[in-house]
């Protein structure tokens, strides 16, 4: 198939390289000079796992360009992913996709066969059939599944796998105005994702909605597990793993994202509630459980900080392990970590940070207020409680004994996912999240 993928960000290039390894004919069309410059040098301008090998293998059917039209005039599929920015009432603005339309209309006008545009990006319930559908109609003097086909066909992936995400889908799901559209767009998926998925296809407002709902659920769990270590905290002897472990076994809940630690971040998560929330209010209804989700959420910083504050001395340093949003990645958008460290510095505590991907990203949100360690030993040295912020089994593998030498002699060791629960850790005072104390 030929597709032209507009939007070459941090998921788009990932998609359209995976399309293209593939066997697709992929144009990827940006409007940011330095990325095409980057690509053309056939060189990656993005940081994500497992890229670079995997456009190593799309090269010879992947090109560049930043003419939109000529892209669409060459291809069968368009596929849209820009972005979609959060508005103030938390909806999503559709400015970016409706500058791609207006873009490509005039090819599409003259352009004979069918050709199908796709939408990728995150937006509200009805912006297809309200917005978008009639803006190509009204430019193009052509009608909907019967000249043109449209699909709504958003991704369900995650920043650090995005490329596993995708071609490993449990569900891909397709909102489309018309059978052959949607089975085209199928069919491109078919011949590309590594699994055997569910294709869920439906209306193009059932898509939308889908979309919103699947991240909010997802959520819900998240901030449920967080809800439930905080309960533990205060129970002598409870375990949240154990707990959350017996749950998860019943097939009606699931292991996934049940696991109390920090809350969701990221460039998805948070907004896609508040869009829940907003698409409520647009069309009368008041969400009652999204909101509580959210307070959750937000409420677990402070109960880190009330944690460590409640253990060591006032304005003692604080070496905080593990800053990005998840682990594998360098975002840190709504990072609970960085969210901490922000408390910390205002409640006059020094910050000593260390992460191995994530360092400069937080260097730019809080400038020269903390101490940037290029090794967690050197994050550690001197201070009185070493946090750890990440989900990553890698911190078993440290040197103990040396981080016991650097920090303060008793040490408050603060583990948010309790991955050094049971291994020998020396003399520090040991307090796993979610667990309560005897």
Same mark, same amino acid.
């Given at each position: ?36 410059? &980057? ?261 677990v910083p402070e109960r880190i900080f009330a944690h460590i ?92 004994p040396r981080f016991e030498r650097a920090a303060m002699p ?18 520090? &005072? ?9």
């Amino acid at each position: 198939m030929r597709i032209s993928f507009i939007g070459l960000g941090k998921l788009g290039l990932c998609s359209a390289a995976c399309f293209a390894a593939k066997g697709h004919s992929v144009i990827g069309v940006d409007s940011n000079p330095a990325v095409l410059e &980057t690509l053309r040098a056939r060189r990656s301008p993005i940081e994500e796992n497992g890229l670079e090998d995997l456009l190593a293998r799309a090269w010879d059917n992947l090109s560049c360009e930043e003419d939109a039209a000529d892209a669409v005039s060459r291809t069968d599929v368009t596929m849209i992913i820009v972005p979609t920015p959060s508005l103030e009432d938390g909806s999503f603005a559709t400015g970016y996709v409706e500058t791609v339309l207006r873009q490509i209309a005039p090819v599409l006008t003259v352009k004979r066969g069918f050709h199908v545009v796709d939408v990728v990006s995150t937006v509200m319930p009805g912006a297809c059939e309200q917005t978008f559908i009639p803006l190509l109609e009204r430019l193009t003097g052509k009608t909907r599944g019967r000249d043109f086909g449209f699909v709504y066909n958003p991704e369900f992936i995650a920043l650090g796998s995005v490329i596993r995400d995708f071609l490993h889908p449990d569900i891909v799901l397709i909102g489309a105005t018309d059978e052959r559209s949607g089975n085209i767009v199928r069919e491109v998926y078919a011949s590309t994702v590594e699994s055997e998925p569910r294709y869920a296809m439906m209306s193009l407002i059932n898509a939308e909605i889908a979309k919103l709902s699947l991240n909010c659920f997802v959520t819900m769990k998240i901030s449920f597990a967080n809800e439930l270590a905080a309960l533990c905290e205060k129970i002598p002897g409870a375990d949240v793993d154990a707990v959350s472990d017996a749950l998860g076994a019943d097939s009606r809940v699931g292991r996934k994202y049940l696991k109390g630690g920090l809350g969701f971040g990221g460039p998805c998560f948070p907004r896609d509630n508040l869009a829940f929330q907003a698409a409520g209010r647009i069309f009368g209804y008041k969400p009652l459980l999204s909101p509580q989700v959210v307070a959750v959420n937000r409420a677990v910083p402070e109960r880190i900080f009330a944690h460590i504050l409640s253990s060591i001395p006032a304005n003692a340093p604080v070496a905080l392990l593990g800053l990005s949003y998840k682990r594998d990645t360098h975002i840190v958008e709504e990072s609970q970590a960085v969210m901490l460290a922000e408390k910390l510095l205002s409640e006059g505590f020094t910050v000593r940070l260390y992460d191995p991907r994530a360092l400069e990203a937080v260097r730019k949100r809080l400038g020269e207020s903390a101490v940037y360690c290029s090794s967690p030993y050197e994050a550690a040295e001197g201070a009185a409680c070493i946090a750890l912020l990440a989900d990553d089994p890698e911190f078993a593998a440290f040197d103990w004994p040396r981080f016991e030498r650097a920090a303060m002699p008793g040490a408050l060791l603060f583990d948010a996912w309790r991955v050094l629960r049971g291994r020998d850790i020396g003399n520090f &005072t040991y307090l796993p999240l979610g667990m309560g104390i005897r």
